[in-house]
């Protein structure tokens, strides 16, 4: 197995570690299975009508395009809100509404017990977490945190549905049983992560075999050819180093994340990455995009990135599955 690449260890590892460890320190987008947008139909050539004998003509207004639930996830500011609203759609088995429910309850499980969940199961009041962070060197701006509030809010203010959030993995199987690629990505992702956490831990787990980790690449491979910009941006945790350089592993890394920044990975200064990336990375500051850091920190080595990713996406588009191999 090859090594990993210490850029990818630092990240996740410098994520986790140091916004838990600063704040007890200071502690008193359309997809497939959608509904296709409604459209006024009109027939080529059709004479337009005559006015009527009052002499008012009528006019017919297109209805405005539905939105789809990719769209709709986007641009949600309450996250219970949401999760509401697809739910019954999400019950019929529809699996990009299944995955869009395992989404959004995970990522909201997860940054509220990061924040504003302390151990014992109480919850920070906002106030109390604006005054952590105020205090803190690093870290979410006081706007930042607000959104993370806002999003989280109906969960944080009812312990059942706290609790509900905790299900975000039995809604995840059915999107995988599905197939929907997503779903698929994500699953392969925390098979990943499981592996490495049991390769590191002295307790008893299940043999998984020698070649558990070459599947669960696989599987990511064939969710990735179906071009979804989730699929795509999971694809950049399973970058090795191998006989590149650090440089080389950690342009790679980012060529995959710009990739799904292009095909519709939400990577602006709101969104659910970039405040979960900014908790620990003081260059995310000023409202930027995903984008803009990249740059930042890449410096001369940008466009090479953005290269990188060109070519990807090339081989997306072909599914030419030994060519992605190459860039993993």
Known sequence: MNRRPSFF????????????????????SSSAGTAPARQSIMTVGQ???????????????????????????????????????????????????EYLMAKSLKWCAQISRLYFVKPNSEVRTLEEVQAIAAARPVGLSQEEIVMIYTRCRGFLEDPE??????????????????GYPAAIAQQALLSESQLLLESHSSLSHPD????????????????????DPDAIFSMSDWVRTG???????????????ILACQ????CGPGSDWMLSA?????????????????????????????????????????KDVQALRSYL
């Open 263 to 266: 095909k519709g990975y939400d």
């Open 161 to 178: 549905m706290l609790k509900t959030s905790l299900t975000w993995n039995q809604w995840l199987d059915k999107a995988v049983d599905a």
């Open 208 to 227: 998984r075999g020698p070649d558990a980790e070459a599947q669960a690449r696989d599987l990511a491979l064939s969710a990735v050819q179906s071009g």
């Open 278 to 318: 900014c908790s620990w990375n003081p260059q995310c500051a000023n409202g930027r995009t995903y984008t803009d850091v990249l740059q930042r920190q890449l410096g001369s080595q940008y466009d090479e990135a953005v290269r990188l990713a060109n070519s990807i996406s090339q081989a997306i588009v072909s």
């Open 47 to 97: 004479p337009a009508a005559e006015p009527s004998a009052s002499g008012a003509a009528k006019s017919s207004v297109a209805p405005p395009a539905e939105k789809s639930l990719r769209d709709r996830f986007r641009e949600a500011k309450d996250y219970a809100r949401f999760v509401a609203e697809i739910a019954p759609l999400a019950s019929t088995g529809n699996p990009e509404a």
């Open 243 to 257: 006989t590149r350089t650090e440089e080389e592993t950690a342009t790679l890394i980012s060529a995959w994340k």
């Open 9 to 28: 260890l630092v990240t996740m590892t410098v994520s986790c570690v140091i916004a838990f460890v600063a704040w007890k320190a200071f502690e008193p």
